[in-house]
């Protein structure tokens, strides 16, 4: 492998990571917060359905990342609902959130596009575009780092700079701000914040709103960035998946960054190399397309070593009796 | 007392007619309390009187019905805890409101940072948490994580999170029963500095002991009503006890010396090691012989567990076991099943996760672990329920639970029916070994007595009771011989008549007394 086709691949595992990433963080500050929500697959393909529909609507792909995010923070705040205010079952909850995300968003695109549960494809400004990082091009030219620079580094959309930029933030706010301070406590023992003065359910709210949030732009990056246009179930499971980076990554986001960069590159794998030769035997590319996901199944039966969970995760909070 | 020549002190809490009911049950019927300040106030009762709930009123937790509470003579509603930390109250709560994986400086500002950014906050904590460990004798490491901590330690982040906060009147719910004697003393000494600096200090407590020892005025609860309000010096731990439970109540045991006679039990070399690799029994070894009760006195968590938890079939472990001279295999798969078989009885230590399926009605629980007993099956296929109802209902009338009904479910009775419950299983099969965990934690001080009575008897049947539980009380008054766990070890033994709290105290902080 030439250093190239080396750097092609490292820089289509960044774009692939970012959904991941996204979507690992938004499921970090839920499962902090002591919200299990295993609907980040459904919130975004809401927003990835929405995004496309409303950029390819008014042609403009901001509108489109709004109304992602807004259709994301709806199903996040059923999940809300059900799961603080009425103490249901956050792991039902979440199948029926993706179930319906799943099922609306295909209805919703026949009745309003009629090409077959698709949106129209996004060209032009209905599409986040590559932003040139400065002096790229300038670079290009100086050995082993140019490249680096001008293929890795520079040339991506805005959602992915913005993705791993709010690693360092997640960080930042869980462990330096008060609110961060009391969304941990909660996910941990919500009677401490409780006897302490402090509301439970409006600390899980506004976690789950900013999974809402983290998701919508997850949702909207994959139609709108990665692909152009939604298709039908076009996560392909990437929620699932950084459900089982956010376990790998023992709920931090540094870590999380580094399993979701480890998914995203057995991603980019998969499509570089269809089949594989191994001399004699041919790897189908189903395989190789298999591979993140039997990663997840490998990772979720628990070979990584002991993942402590937040102590009080999937229990509503109820005062004693 | 300073001040009282002044006229009339304002009284820090006056409660007037509170009054709470969850549904059909009435917790608390029309309680007035007066509690004044600089005071250390006792409040006794057995579990379900009503204290906890009346507890919860004050810190806000739960709305009264009816009444009216006046803080240092002002009218105040305490509508959740907020509005209780406003108050000036605070409440150290018998389990530990604590965020285990955070430090102590992170629980202590928890819910009154300064601002936006912890920094600030954390930096001011650490000066008040030093000034208030000089002024009360409150020591603890403020960087260092709840769970590193014993629970003596959390009990003090717990009292510096409620001084830290300015409270003038400070709630301990049940302090001491998680303590050893050494910690609980330094407890009281904390509690009689925070007295002297002007705090007001609500103790409640099923401990008798320590209502004459520390406080100043008690107030004993019945069935949701407070019954008596009376100055410590004018009372004795008799009058208390009898006002608590409406009779004349044993508070000593009487039994006959031991008769011990072969081994039934013989433990050599015990190891077990947990899933996190830590060793919990290090070579654990002891007998015990018909017709007697060994103490295992210890603080929770010493490796009291381990060994109940190895000797009832439910942990694998290294070592021997025989009982009556038969090895047991400690790595067997129907381990539970095999130890009965050699005779052992098992009341765990908590009875509503191992000892009871709490959804499940009595009858149901009464034959756990010996359905296949023939006396249970009706054929081969079917259990003859008909039979074991009327087992059960038979058992309930002779171990006195209240109220006599098969039907109900485990979770409908209090704390002490249900241990009879548990017990009545064991002991009806006469075994040659009981296994008992903490008979009698949260068991009120009636059922107390007969549960003590039973196991007395059980032992001059000639059983064999091996006794663990963390109230040296209960290991004194039981015990014929008394060994302390530290550390996984034993650390040495006695007979209850050569010792005493504090010299079982230090071997059970790790000191080794003088030589065994």
Partial sequence: ?321 | MAGAAGGQRVPAIELRGISKAFGPVQANRDISLTVMPGTIHGIVGENGAGKSTLMSILYGFYKADAGEIRIAGRPTQIPDSQAAIRAGIGMVFQHFKLVEPFTVLENVILGVEDGRLLRPSLARAQGALKRLAEDYELHVDPDARIEDLGVGMKQRVEILKALYRQADILILDEPTGVLTPAEADHLFRILENLRSQGKTIILITHKLREIMAITDTVSVMRRGQMVATVATAQTSPGELAELMVGRKVLLHLDKKPAAPGRNVLEVENLRVTDIDGVERLRGVSLTVRAGEILGIAGVAGNGQSQLLGVLGGTLRASGTVRIEGQAIDLGARNAGQARRAAGIAHVPEDRQREGLVMEFLAWENMIFGYHHDPACQRNRALMDNVAIRAMTAERMERFDVRPPDPDLQARSFSGGNQQKIVLAREIERNPALLIVGQPTRGVDIGAIEFIHQRLIALRDAGAAILLVSVELDEILSLSDRIAVMFDGRIMGERRPEETDEKDLGLMMAGVRGKAA
Avoid at chain 1, 29 to 44: P, Q, T
Avoid at chain 1, 175 to 203: H, I, K
Avoid at chain 1, 221 to 250: C, E, H, S
């Fill in chain 1, 1 to 321: 492998m030439d250093f190239a086709t080396a750097l092609q691949i490292l820089d289509s595992t960044v774009r692939l990571a970012t959904p991941l990433l996204l979507a690992c963080l938004a499921g970090l500050f839920s499962e902090r917060a002591g919200i299990f929500d295993i609907g980040l697959e459904g919130k975004m393909l809401a927003s990835a359905f929405f995004s496309a529909a409303v950029a390819a609507v008014t042609g403009s792909v901001w509108l489109g990342l709004g109304a992602g995010i807004a259709a994301s923070l709806v199903m996040a705040a059923i999940h809300g609902a059900a799961s603080i205010s009425f103490r249901g079952n956050q792991l039902i909850s979440g199948v029926a959130i993706n179930f319906l995300a799943a099922g609306l968003t295909v209805v919703i695109a026949q009745t309003w596009f009629s090409q077959g549960g698709r949106t129209p494809s996004l060209i032009g400004a209905a599409r986040f575009e590559p932003i040139t990082l400065p002096l790229a091009e300038t670079l290009h030219p100086v050995p082993i780092l140019g490249p680096i620079y001008h293929e890795l580094i520079s040339g991506h959309t805005l959602p992915v700079y913005l993705a791993f930029a709010l690693v360092p933030l997640s960080w930042w706010v869980l462990n330096r701000t008060r609110f961060g301070l009391r969304l941990r406590a909660v996910g941990e023992n919500p009677e401490a914040l409780d006897t302490a003065g402090v509301s439970v359910a409006a600390t899980r709210y506004a976690a789950v709103a900013i999974c809402g949030v983290l998701c919508g732009i997850a949702g909207a990056y994959l139609a709108t960035a990665l692909q152009a246009g939604f298709v039908k179930d076009m996560t392909a499971g990437r929620g699932f998946i950084a459900l089982a980076a956010l376990i790998f990554a023992k709920w931090r986001p540094w870590q999380a960054m580094g399993a979701t960069l480890l998914f995203g590159f057995l991603q980019a794998i998969a499509l570089r190399y269809q089949n594989i030769d191994l001399g004699g035997v041919v790897l189908p590319v189903q395989v190789m397309d298999a591979l993140p996901y039997v990663l997840t199944v490998v990772i979720l039966a628990g070979f990584v070593g002991r993942a402590i969970p937040p102590r009080a995760g999937g229990a509503p909070y109820m005062k004693e009796r």
